[in-house]
């Protein structure tokens, strides 16, 4: 009895410290016991978002997403080393890599306490067909496939496995492995490196969605074994982008673009096409261009750091990122608010008296030995005497408003990263007034870019105004809903009033391609207009300029009654086939215009006869056919 006594006391000690040890555990470790049990019994499994797609102007598809394979691993089930060398040296060979550096990883893993690391992203079909072999056969439960979403271009061509048309790469930029831009763990060593991951960085929040989850309860070897709906997390795919591009239109730019820094060896080049009545940008081409699929070598971490600046150097959009001197393409500018502000008149004649001027602290010189030049024969003949002569009578401080009114020394807005603002020299501090009256005005002692230039030329073609270039038209919700609409311009400022814009227009910039330096644009069924600059190019630390380098540009639009277009191109240190404006640029720009009207079917403007409706010029004829609802000039 007495012993039952005992026994019965003991148990109940046992019993109570059992208790009291239950609740300890409970309070103490109760939440990393559970968590740790969770972790066990349930796996979290991504669900990655849809990125959105990205549209041309007119609905064609320039960026989507496919689904593609990729291994993963859950290294807690490889029991151990002898397990992982096994593994490691089964699964090397089908998936192209090397069994002792896929070892020393899985043992990495394992020893982290890692449950889900990719082994190889975006398998061909081939690797996953043998992948599936190797699986079957081994019984390799550790490893296992998720389909992943991967970025295409499909305007880009290739042929045979080799690139042969990359579109518009600079502008629509590239994504990494994991759908979000790539960025070098290095890249602050480059801040000077810009524009490289266009629309797809510029806009990431947008395309990039939301990613969800499904929480799946597992068994002893991690299988699937239900899926509660409490776990369920659905992803939010990214919205659709419309953008104001024509892929038309930029497959002619960039292509027209590529044969002439090709002819003429130079180092790069750059074309915008530009509606210079909406500031919609319809085309923007750099070449050379760069594959956006396979942006960097594989090996872009292991490089030096010269190295990789290199290949970076191939993403930078010039467009947006370069800022250069000008040149004689300036003078426009220049003129036009001289007529403005009534210090000249188009039909005044100048005193040129060339070749060589002395201006003081200046001295200017004009190519050919000019006489008397009127206003109009000033920039179509592009004197440098009559310029500065034009800079003495503005004077600094209105010279230097002037020139910051067209949108000079400021970024234009358009929306790209990495845009660059160029350069106005700082007035009056860094402003000499004995110097740069003469150096402005023939496109010096000042940096623009092209996108600035397209921007601040489209003034003369619309009545004055300085709207802000868009790239961005539209944003579209994924089912299908408006989110964004971008399509209306934005005007900026008014900078000429529209008599001298037009005046400016149809005299001189129409006398550049009729007599002048730019007959080379010169097309037969529309007037074309602009102005070509030769630009020396200066060392990038300053101290003067690159002995026989020069930038040779031309900037124009047609039709002259009623511009539909303004298309810039600057091609950098041509080598080949000589070096001028007129030479080099001005023919990309006529080809550019040529293809480009004829697919908006803009109506012919030079006609000696009226048509069958009585109408000699596009501008007639394009009133009536917006009056009658056509579709006629496409825009």
Not at 61 to 89: E, K, M
Not at 438 to 443: D, Y
Request: hydrophobic residues 40%; proline residues 6%; contains cysteine.
């Amino acid at each position: 009895m007495r012993a039952g006594t005992v026994l019965c006391a003991l148990v109940a000690v046992l019993l109570v410290g059992g208790g009291a040890r239950l609740v300890y555990i409970n309070r103490a470790e109760g939440a990393a016991l559970r968590a740790r049990a969770e972790r066990q019994q349930t796996a979290r499994r991504v669900i990655p978002a849809w990125r959105g797609d990205i549209l041309d102007t007119r609905g064609r598809l320039l960026a989507t997403t496919h689904r593609r394979p990729s291994v993963f691993v859950d290294p807690g089930l490889l029991t151990d080393a002898r397990a992982i060398r096994f593994a490691a040296y089964q699964l090397a060979p089908v998936l192209g890599l090397k069994p002792a550096e896929l070892e020393a990883e899985l043992l990495r893993r394992k020893e982290s306490g890692t449950r889900f690391a990719w082994v190889k992203r975006r398998i061909s079909d081939e690797e996953l067909a043998a992948f599936s072999r190797m699986v079957e056969v081994t019984r390799q439960r550790a490893f296992d496939v998720q389909y992943e979403p991967v970025r295409v271009y499909p305007q880009t061509r290739e042929e045979g496995g080799r690139l042969v048309e990359a579109f518009a790469p600079h502008v629509l930029g590239f994504c990494g492995v994991d759908q979000r831009p790539i960025r070098d763990d290095s890249e602050a060593m480059f801040d000077d490196l810009r524009g490289r991951a266009g629309v797809e960085e510029a806009w990431d929040s947008l395309l990039a969605g939301r990613p969800g989850h499904q929480i799946v309860v597992v068994d002893v070897v991690r299988r699937p074994l239900r899926a509660p709906e409490e776990g369920y997390v659905p992803a939010e795919d990214g919205a659709t982008l419309v953008l104001t591009l024509d892929a038309y239109i930029q497959h002619v730019a960039q292509r027209a673009l590529g044969k002439a820094v090709e002819k003429h060896k130079a180092e790069w080049g750059v074309a915008v096409v530009l509606d210079p009545h909406s500031g919609e940008v319809l085309a923007m081409a750099v070449h050379p261009a760069f594959d956006p699929l396979n942006p960097a070598p594989p090996n872009f971490h292991e490089l030096s750091d010269p190295q990789k600046l290199k290949v970076m150097e191939r993403w930078r959009n010039r467009a947006v990122a370069d800022s250069y001197e000008p040149g004689s393409i300036f003078k426009p500018f220049i003129a036009a608010l001289a007529l403005e502000e009534g210090v000249t008149r188009l039909d005044e004649v100048f005193a040129i008296n060339g070749p060589v001027r002395d201006f003081g602290a200046r001295t200017i010189h004009d190519t050919h030995a000019y006489g008397a030049l009127k206003l109009h024969e000033v920039i179509s003949k592009s004197s440098n005497i009559g310029m500065g002569i034009l800079g003495g009578r503005l004077g600094s401080e209105r010279l230097h408003r002037y020139v910051r009114s067209f949108g000079f020394g400021d970024v234009t807005g358009v929306g790209l990263p990495g845009e660059h603002p160029g350069m106005v020299l700082e007035y009056p501090r860094r402003w000499n007034p004995s110097f740069s009256p003469q150096s402005v005005p023939i496109g010096q002692e000042i940096a623009v870019t092209p996108i600035q230039l397209v921007t601040a030329f489209s003034v003369f073609c619309n009545g004055g105004i300085l709207y802000r270039p868009r790239l961005l038209r539209g944003v579209f919700n994924a089912d299908g809903s408006v989110r964004a609409d971008y399509s209306r311009p934005v005007a900026v400022r008014r900078v000429l009033s529209e008599t001298t814009a037009e005046r400016f227009r149809r005299e001189a910039l129409v006398q550049t391609v009729v007599s002048g330096t730019g007959k080379n644009a010169a097309l037969k069924e529309y007037q074309v207009f602009g102005k070509t600059g030769t630009a020396q190019i200066a060392h990038l630390g300053g101290g003067g300029y690159q002995a026989g380098k020069y930038m040779a540009s031309f900037i124009g639009g047609a039709p002259s009654d009623y511009p539909r277009l303004v298309v810039l191109v600057s091609i950098a240190k041509p080598s080949v086939g000589g070096y001028y404006g007129g030479t080099v640029a001005a023919p990309v720009v006529k080809e550019i215009l040529a293809e480009a009207l004829a697919y908006m079917r803009v109506p012919p403007e030079l006609s000696e006869e009226p048509d069958a409706g009585g109408f000699t010029t596009a501008r007639q004829r394009l009133g009536a056919a917006e009056e009658a609802g056509s579709d006629d000039g496409g825009y």
